[in-house]
């Protein structure tokens, strides 16, 4: 890292509830210190809307908006333009979809930011998702590269095109800054307090080894979510991430 202080941010929790009462029971008991970021992502936002961001900012929280845009570049600008009105602090593009996608995704939102008198929002691409591994990347996907060659070939697109930041597993940060500046946002789900590999992500990680492995952030769902006391979970990780032992 260059001998530069890594930044940190408090996690961001994954809002995947299907209706607005679990959403705002789960913010009420998610209102403790220090405050997460909130993930509102394709669940909620299909459902409701731009109302649903508006939900979450008016308890007072910061928006992460993942709705991982993917499509022709023209269409992702004028979506990013919409998404750059909403006031949400970051967002996500696929760097699948090339760098005159990226390229377009982030001047429509930052546009759209502009148009609307608010600060642009981080834009963060998603390298390899985190449910995909080796095998699925060779015999489905038939990329090439290895894993991890692949999420360091989408971070160093994403810095090209001058993108805020990547999603990925905390597994390929290593990788990854060796091609980005420190300044390079590198977000990580597949958190998983105990690694016991009984459901869909594959590269995972706990949150003691997303810090010492660089991460600037966690995104963390279900441990938290779908836990008998969101709180006092949302407290273990956040602790275990951002405290060295
Ligand atoms: O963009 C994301 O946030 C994301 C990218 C990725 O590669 N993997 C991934 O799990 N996510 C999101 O992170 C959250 C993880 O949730 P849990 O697996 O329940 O902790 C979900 O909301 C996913 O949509």
């Known amino acids: 890292m ?17 209706t607005k009462e679990d959403a705002v029971a789960l913010l009420d008991q998610l209102t403790v210190t220090p405050k997460p970021f909130i993930k509102v992502g394709m669940e909620l936002f299909y459902h409701f809307g731009p109302e649903i961001v508006k939900t979450v900012q008016d308890r007072g929280f910061d928006v992460f908006l993942d709705l991982k845009l993917y ?8 979506a990013m333009t919409a998404i750059g009105r909403l006031g949400v602090a970051f967002t996500t593009i696929h760097a699948a979809g090339g760098s005159e996608m990226l390229k377009a995704g ?7 930011a502009q148009a609307a008198g608010l600060p642009a929002p981080k834009l963060l691409a998603i390298t390899q998702l985190t449910s ?10 038939h990329v ?16 090209q095109c001058g993108l805020d930041g990547v999603i990925c597993s905390a597994q390929e940060l ?14 990580t789900p597949g958190i998983r307090p105990e690694i016991n590999h009984d459901d869909d992500q594959k590269r995972v990680v706990t949150p003691a080894q997303a810090r010492e492995l660089g991460s600037n952030g966690i995104v963390v769902g279900r441990p938290i979510t ?12 956040q602790r275990a991430f951002m405290e060295a032992n």
């Not at 499509?71 to 004028?78: G, H, S």
């Not at 990854?176 to 500046?181: A, H, K, L």
């Not at 779908?226 to 990780?237: E, K, T």
């Open 226 to 237: 779908q836990n008998a006391d969101p709180a006092a979970a949302y407290q273990a990780i």
């Open 2 to 18: 260059g001998g530069t202080i890594l930044k940190r941010l408090t996690p961001f929790v994954a809002l995947d509830v299907a």
């Open 144 to 159: 090439a590269l290895s894993l991890i060659e692949s999420v360091q070939n989408y971070a160093h697109l994403a810095a």
């Open 71 to 78: 499509d022709i570049p023209n269409t992702v600008k004028r």
């Open 174 to 187: 290593s990788a990854i800054r060796q091609v980005v500046g420190d300044d390079f946002w590198c977000i």
């Open 106 to 112: 982030k001047a429509g939102l930052d546009a759209g």
């Open 132 to 141: 995909i591994d080796e095998t699925i990347l060779r015999d489905e996907q």
